[in-house]
């Protein structure tokens, strides 16, 4: 096992119930945990997870598929996350399950003129070598199907 | 630091949740903070009310006579949409149904909401009693059982009730005088096929319930903050357009003669015991 290699981030309270999230030298805001509402100053932690989830598989298919020559035109990925039960979340009595991922699922839509064996190898590739996706399938059912655009 | 009032409220959806954000902004920007309970359904939280866990409960009409027959009477309701009044339900049968009087529903069948919901299934098949008509003798219930536990609170069980008259799997359906208004307004009821039967006499729906030990004055003053809500303030409409309302008025409780009358007859309680 190699020696860890940290990740710090640092996260504060801002004004306007908002969380700073600082890492290494960017930020961005966290507007909420799960935001119901239709629209918000800033993403919610969940949301964010999604989409630190499908930020990891794009960018790690980018590069599984220059590793193996592969051309890829577009990498355009759509997921819905489904927590067990966001009542809980909300604190109401007597409402029983977790509000943690259930299920996250979706599509990678791939525009390429490539083979497709040859870009479901790199997919695989990719969803083998996420820190995301290999977090976040261990505590959930996380779906996601590949579809290539020609 | 002021202590903030728990009100306890059910939630059927999470959007709900969004409501009582924006209720509880309001009532700290008012310097009358309150902190809002969530429960999952009335029974538990007419309990939190009568074991003073919370101070202010938004009950459904059934949760309201609850709470009035657990405690001897001693519930007072403090504050209601004005949309609670007057609320009536319809008995809507098929134009072509073959039924013309409330008479020949006996032997047919009638699509009510779940169990529980007082404008979808108690209260029409009370005002059928008081017509001479007794549920199981005279005439069949299709129930449609969705959330129960919420008291109607979710339209899904009168939504179904509307399909089964729809499909013929029923003679006739009850639902409330909003939902009928809406769903022929959205092309969901087509008028021209189905028409009104028969109509409940008019009744209230939900109110804000305290116990009658709790402090007049805090009542009060939580009730002054409360109407403050205007619908011309566009900071307010959001939260009272999403809670169906135009205006926040004074509770009252003449309202819900028919509902204890059907409770009653019904042996609801007594029923939900067993």
Known sequence: ?150 | MIKPLLVGAVIYDPKVSIIWDIITSFFAAEGCPIDCVYYTNYELQVTALVERHIDIAWNSPLAWVDAQARTGGRCRAIAMRDTDRDRITHIVVRGDGGVAALTDLRGRTLASGAIDSPQATLLPIEHLRRSGLVAGRDYNVRRHDLLVGKHGDHVGGEREALRSLESGTSDAAAMLDLNWETWCADGTINPGRLRILSSTPPFDHCNFTVLESFPADRAAEWSDVLFRMQYQNPAHREMMDLEGLKAWLPGRTSGYTALTDAVRESGFFERAVQ
């Open chain 1, 1 to 150: 096992m190699s020696e860890d290699h940290l990740f710090p981030v640092r996260i504060q309270r801002t004004t306007g119930r908002l969380a700073r999230v600082y890492a290494r030298a960017q930020s961005f805001d966290v507007g909420s945990q799960a935001s119901l509402r239709e629209s918000d100053h800033s993403p919610s932690a969940v949301e964010y997870a999604i989409g630190a989830l499908g930020g990891d598989l794009v960018c790690g298919l980018e590069r599984a598929a220059e590793g193996q020559g592969i051309l890829l035109h577009a990498i355009e990925i759509a997921l819905n996350g489904r927590l067990d039960n966001i009542l809980t979340h909300l604190g109401v009595v007597g409402e029983e399950g977790h509000p943690g991922f259930a299920a996250i699922d979706g599509t990678a839509y791939i525009g390429s003129e490539a083979d497709e064996t040859v870009i479901q190898r790199a997919w695989q590739r990719t969803l083998d070598r996420s820190p995301l996706y290999q977090t976040l399938s261990r505590v959930a059912v996380v779906t996601i199907a590949l579809r290539v655009v020609r």
